[in-house]
């Protein structure tokens, strides 16, 4: 079956520092492709998004990768801040939303 | 404008009874998806209502059921209740669902079966 997953389950850096999230999926139909936000005790939310025709696409603090030739999304915070402590999904657009795992993102001060 | 509305927050009920979450969309959104989230498995996929009609659905037993209101008001149902059912679940609503616009998700009622 189609699915997306992410690379790694929980990821640590230090305050300040750049973090790259990663992510791959399988359904190459897939033509949008979405990163949400979940802290502790709350719902998703809703970051930056991409379509499958472009590469890249930045927010505020937040750039969005995507490699259609080998599947792959990426999510880039720079200067990573102690509030963007949480836990980090792509989702994939087919036929309604299909989320990876997550990563747990942890800020060292 | 108000986000999506879960009700209850938070839910205690035992092995075999069966219970009712509730879901307030957004204002003029017409989509309504369920997830189900857990440690183990993540945020799955349960069923998405569109005008009051059931338009996808997910990998779930019948047991899982659901329903949408003319005014977009979404409910889920889980009958026969089991320890694995326990799990936070989640709403989100969105314009059309298609993916073309941005789901809103609710702060979700955390189910415990005992």
């Known amino acids: 079956g189609e699915s997306v997953g992410l690379h790694l389950p929980t990821l640590s850096v230090q305050e300040g520092d750049n973090s790259i999230i990663n992510c791959a999926y399988s359904?190459?139909?897939?033509?949008?492709f979405i990163w949400y936000k979940q802290e502790s005790g709350k719902g998703p939310q809703f970051i930056i998004d991409?379509?499958?025709?472009?590469d890249k696409r930045q927010g505020q603090r937040v750039t969005v990768l995507l490699n259609k030739t080998v599947k792959h999304l990426s999510l880039q915070i720079a200067a990573t801040q102690p509030g963007d402590s949480a836990v980090y999904f792509c989702?994939?657009?087919?036929?309604?939303?299909?989320f990876g795992k997550g990563t747990h993102l942890i800020i060292q001060p | 404008k108000a986000g999506v509305t879960q009700t209850p927050r938070y839910l205690i009920k035992t092995r075999g009874q069966q219970v009712t979450l509730s879901c307030s969309p957004i204002?003029?959104?017409?989509?309504v998806s369920w997830y189900q989230q857990t440690p183990g498995q993540g945020l799955q996929f349960l069923f998405e209502?569109?005008?009051?009609?059931?338009?996808n659905k997910g990998n779930f037993p019948g047991r899982f059921s659901g329903r949408q209101f003319s005014n977009s008001r979404s409910e889920m149902n889980v009958s026969t209740l089991e320890l694995g059912d326990s799990a936070l679940y989640l709403c989100?609503?969105?314009?059309?669902?298609?993916?073309?616009?941005?789901?809103?998700f609710g702060q979700g009622t955390r189910l415990t079966v005992v």
């Open positions: 209502y569109f005008s009051e009609t059931q338009r």
């Open positions: 359904n190459s139909a897939s033509d949008y």
């Open positions: 991409i379509r499958s025709n472009m």
């Open positions: 989100a609503s969105s314009f059309s669902g298609r993916g073309d616009t941005e789901a809103f």
């Open positions: 204002s003029g959104h017409r989509s």
């Open positions: 989702a994939e657009i087919s036929d309604g939303l299909t």
